[in-house]
C-alpha cells in the first residue's frame, strides 16, 4: 500500500514538475535558513558549556559606585583567589589569569605575542583543553614551565613534538615547554596561545597589595551552594581587606559568560530566543508559500479524484495520498537545503564571525532535521491534504471546486499572513543590526581578553 502511495505521489509531481520545482526549491530555502539559525543558536548556546564543571565555575567581578554610576569590572587582585579559599569552605579551587603581551623568541623566531597567558599551576585542572603532550597536572607546576598552542609550536619549530625545548621572553625569561594543547575552540571566553605562571613575570605588589587589580578571578563551588550567598561572603571578605571601599563581589557562571551581562541587564541569550522563533516564521512562511502554489494546481486534479472517490477510493486513500506527495517534496527540499548550506557557509561564517561546520553525525543535527521533515511534511502537507480529500464526487461532475467555496478567502487570510510575517522579520532585522552596530562601537559585551 506504501509503495502505491509514493508511486502515485511521484508520478503526480513529475506531471506538475514546474509547480514541483517551485515548491521544492521555497521550501528548501526555509529549511537552509532554518538549520542555519539552528547552528548559530547551538553554537551560541554551547559557548565554555564543554567544560566538565561549567555551571559550578563562576567568574568573579566587581561593581562599585563611580560617581553615581555603578561600573562593572573583572579585574581583580592577585591576593583575592587565596583569602576567598581559606575563608569560605564551599569554594573547592580556583584559579586566576591575567594578559601578557612581549617579544617572544624561539631558535630564530621571534614575534610580538599579545595572548599571552599568566596563571596559576591548576589553569589546566581547573579548565578542560585538549593535550596534544604533557601532562595538565604537571604541566605549570614549575615557574619555568610554559604550556603553548598547537599552532604557537609550529610557528616556532615547524613541529608539535617540542616537549623540553626553550622559549624566551624580552627581558630574558626563559622557559622550557612542557605541554602543546590543541588551539582553544572558538566558543571559549579564553584565546590565549602561550600559558606561563604569573609568578614568572609580575612580582612585588602586584601580586601582594589589595589595591592592584590586573587578574581575573575563578571560583568553583560545591554543586548545592547558592551564588547568592557566595556573593555576600566574597563581598565582605573584599570590603575587609579595601578599607573604605564599596566594592561589591558577584560571580557568574562561565556557562552564562557569554550569553549574559556581568551587569545583569539582557545579553546575548535575547538572541537566542528571537532567532530561535525567526527560525520558526521562516518555516511558516515557506509552508504558507507550499499551501498556497499546492491549492491552486489542485484544481486541475478534480476529476482524477472525482474518479478515484468513485472506483472506490476512500478519504483515507486520497488524504495518505497527498501527504506522500508533500514527504517526497519535503524530503526533496532538505536535501536541496541541506545542499545550499554547504555551498552558503562560508559567506554565513563571515556573516557571523564564527567557523560553523555542519555537524552531520552529532546526535541534535539528525533531531533537528528529522524533526524539520516531519514538522514541514505536517504544516505544508495536512491542510491541502484534508480538504482535497473530503471533496464529493457529486461536486465534482457537477463542475463544482473540489476545494469548496470558501478556498479563496482561507488563500487570502495566509497571503495576507506570510506578508505580515516577511515585513515583521524585515523590520527585526534592521533593528537586529542596528543594535548590533551599537554593541560594537560601546564595547558593552563581555571582553575576552
Not at 532554518?34 to 566538565?52: A, G, K, P
Not at 516564521?281 to 494546481?297: D, E, G, H, P
Not at 557557509?345 to 528529522?370: A, C, M, Q
Request: proline residues 2%; hydrophobic residues 45%.
Amino acid at each position: 500500500m506504501l509503495r502505491h502511495y509514493f508511486k502515485t505521489a511521484l508520478r503526480s509531481l513529475l506531471k506538475n514538475w514546474t509547480y514541483s520545482l517551485v515548491n521544492i526549491f521555497g521550501l528548501a530555502v526555509g529549511i537552509a535558513a532554518t538549520l542555519f539559525i539552528s547552528l548559530w543558536i547551538i553554537d551560541e548556546y554551547n559557548f565554555d558549556r564543554f567544560h566538565t564543571y561549567a555551571k559550578s565555575s563562576f567568574l568573579v567581578f566587581k561593581t562599585y559606585d563611580k560617581m553615581g554610576d555603578i561600573e562593572v569590572n573583572r579585574s581583580t587582585p592577585y591576593t583575592l583567589g587565596p583569602e576567598l579559599k581559606k575563608r569560605i569552605p564551599e569554594i573547592k579551587s580556583f584559579v586566576r589569569r591575567s594578559s601578557h603581551r612581549t617579544i617572544v623568541t624561539a631558535g630564530s623566531h621571534s614575534h610580538s605575542e599579545s595572548r599571552i597567558c599568566l596563571t596559576d599551576t591548576n589553569f589546566f585542572t581547573f579548565f578542560d583543553f585538549k593535550f596534544l603532550s604533557g601532562n595538565p597536572e604537571e604541566a605549570l607546576l614549575s615557574p619555568e614551565s610554559i604550556v603553548i598552542t598547537e599552532s604557537t609550536a609550529l610557528k616556532y619549530f615547524d613541529d608539535i613534538e617540542v616537549i623540553g625545548k626553550k622559549i624566551t621572553f624580552e627581558g630574558g625569561n626563559i622557559y622550557n615547554v612542557t605541554a602543546v594543547i590543541e588551539d582553544l575552540p572558538e566558543n571559549t571566553h579564553i584565546q590565549n596561545n602561550i600559558f606561563v605562571r604569573a609568578e614568572s613575570i609580575f612580582e612585588g605588589s602586584v601580586l601582594s597589595d589589595w589595591f592592584d587589580h590586573y587578574f581575573s578571578t575563578y571560583v568553583r563551588l560545591d554543586e548545592d551552594v547558592p551564588v547568592k550567598s557566595f556573593n555576600e561572603k566574597a563581598t565582605l571578605i573584599m570590603q575587609e581587606n579595601m578599607e573604605n571601599t564599596s566594592v561589591n563581589l558577584q560571580g557568574l557562571a562561565i556557562s552564562d559568560l557569554h550569553l549574559k551581562r556581568l551587569d545583569n541587564k539582557k545579553g546575548r541569550i535575547q538572541y537566542i530566543y528571537l532567532f530561535a522563533v525567526i527560525g520558526f516564521l521562516l518555516i511558516i512562511i515557506a509552508c504558507i508559500n507550499y499551501i498556497n502554489i499546492y491549492t491552486s494546481i489542485s484544481v486541475n486534479r478534480s476529476h482524477d479524484i472525482g474518479l478515484r472517490k468513485v472506483v472506490g477510493a476512500s478519504r483515507r486513500q486520497i488524504f495518505f495520498q497527498f501527504m506522500g506527495e508533500s514527504f517526497l517534496q519535503t524530503l526533496a527540499s532538505l536535501f536541496l537545503g541541506i545542499s545550499l548550506m554547504e555551498i552558503l557557509r562560508p559567506l554565513f561564517n563571515r556573516l557571523t564571525d564564527k567557523s560553523l561546520i555542519i555537524p552531520y553525525g552529532s546526535e541534535w543535527f539528525l533531531l533537528t532535521v528529522l524533526g524539520l521533515l516531519f514538522l514541514t511534511t505536517i504544516l505544508a502537507g495536512g491542510y491541502p491534504a484534508i480538504l482535497i480529500s473530503g471533496s464529493r464526487p457529486a461536486d465534482v461532475f457537477r463542475g463544482k471546486s473540489v476545494l469548496g467555496n470558501d478556498i479563496t478567502f482561507i488563500r487570502k487570510i495566509l497571503l495576507i499572513f506570510q506578508f505580515s510575517i516577511s515585513i515583521g522579520l524585515i523590520i527585526v532585522t534592521l533593528l537586529i543590526n542596528k543594535h548590533i552596530k551599537y554593541v560594537l562601537i560601546n564595547d558593552l559585551v563581555f571582553n575576552k581578553e
